[in-house]
């Protein structure tokens, strides 16, 4: 892994340790270093300075928000009324969290937001009280019907 401006520059053993902890988060470094033919304290050392890196940002369990009782997914785009108040969308969004992701955008909107919700009607409260943040002129929203692909592996340019 070697610094460049940025970004780092990852050899094969960095892409086929990264590879390996996007399909299983909880990979041993001793599984991991017998999948790439390393000793485990040199999978290890690169595992650190991946993380140290900020290439890798931390590890999660992936929920299925349906078995959990949130119900309703949309996407809602920010139309504001200037640009005066984009960090404040951004901290509103940060604060709230039914919020998922939230993208700044090019087009009609300032910002994408993906929001996971109980109900319609918690979306629709949702709804009010993004339509009250600091220079928010409207809202678009997109519900989520059916999800077929989620959380895929980044693809790491070669």
Known sequence: MTKHDNHYEL??????????????????????AEQIGMSVPSTSERIKKLKDGGIILGYQAVIDPHRVGLDVLALITIISDSSDHYIDVVDEANQ????????????????????????????????????????????????????YKRLAPVRIPK
């Open 11 to 32: 050899d094969q053993v960095d892409r086929k340790i990264l590879d390996i902890l996007q399909v299983d988060g909880r990979a041993s470094a001793s599984y991991i």
């Open 96 to 147: 709230t969290p039914e919020v998922v992701w939230c993208f700044s955008t090019t087009g009609r909107g300032s910002h994408l937001m993906m929001i996971e919700t109980e109900s319609s009607r918690s979306l629709e409260k949702l709804l009010r009280t993004i339509q009250q943040w600091p220079g928010v002129k409207r809202t678009e929203t997109q519900i989520i019907l059916s999800s």
